[in-house]
């Protein structure tokens, strides 16, 4: 898989060709330096991009195949994101923006699961407060609870504690864990933080948007059959 984008007259190669499978169920944390494309790489992971040449599956899914729709119905049925601003719908409350996935995924006990996961992240005093009236930190778990409410296969994260004080980040990087254990989740998390990155069972680290692998037990394997997600 590749990703370039056209700049007026030239291209840039924002990923050089990439191969990477990621096991059902494993933690994998991707590192690298600010531009080196950890972020263009998660958003094909996930789903929200699509790369310039190559194949992208999730499960057996075959999202460069896939129009915006179709990724959008695969992205509600298996995904969850955190993404670095938290993207929080300013118009709806906590308890709102965390039920918001589950009412697109047709999910009956929306409400129900969201009050249970706002509870889990410390936040059941802070059902009906908007984004605004919460702090970052707080703002970040709604984001977390919100990411796990459709009980998704696989869950992207882009660096989850990267505007949070230390405290805050251990306690979100706490959480992470414990739903991922709890609800068997696959987790792939773009951090800086390298005891984060060590927490992660796998790591990859991303230079000049190439991908290198640096844990020994690291293979690239094509067609992996306890994969996930694929990219090639
Ligand atoms: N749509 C785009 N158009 C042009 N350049 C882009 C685009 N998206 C990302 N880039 C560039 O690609 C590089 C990788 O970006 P990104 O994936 O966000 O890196 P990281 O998340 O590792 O900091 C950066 O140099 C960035 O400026
Ligand atoms: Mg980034």
């Not at 059902?24 to 944390?29: F, I, M, W």
């Not at 729709?69 to 965390?98: D, K, M, P, W, Y």
């Amino acid at each position: 898989m590749t990703k370039s984008v056209q700049l007026e007259d030239k291209t840039l190669e924002l990923l050089q060709p990439i191969e990477l499978d990621v096991n059902s169920g494993e933690s994998l944390a991707i590192v690298g330096s600010s531009g080196s494309g950890k972020t263009t790489l998660l958003s094909i992971l996930a789903g929200l991009d699509l790369p310039s040449s190559g194949e992208v599956y999730l499960k057996s899914h075959a999202l460069h195949q896939l129009n915006e729709e179709q990724r959008s119905q695969v992205r509600a049925n298996h995904v969850g994101f955190i993404f670095q601003q938290f993207l929080l719908v300013n118009s709806l409350t906590a308890l709102e923006n965390v039920m918001l996935p589950a009412e697109l995924a047709n999910i009956d006990d929306a409400e129900a699961r969201g009050k249970e996961l706002l509870e889990q992240v410390g936040l059941s005093d802070r059902l009906a407060h908007y984004p605004s009236q919460l702090s970052g930190g707080e703002q970040q778990r709604v984001a977390i609870a919100r990411a796990f409410i459709t009980k998704p296969d696989i869950l992207f994260a882009d660096e989850p504690t990267g505007n949070l004080d230390k405290k805050t980040g251990l306690n979100v990087t706490d959480l992470l864990f414990q739903l991922n254990k709890k609800l068997g989740t696959t987790l792939v998390l773009v951090t800086h933080d390298p005891k984060l990155a060590a927490r992660c069972q796998r790591q990859v680290e991303m230079d000049g948007g190439k991908l290198i692998q640096i844990s020994e037990d690291s293979e690239l394997v094509e067609q992996d059959p306890s994969a996930i997600s694929q990219v090639g």
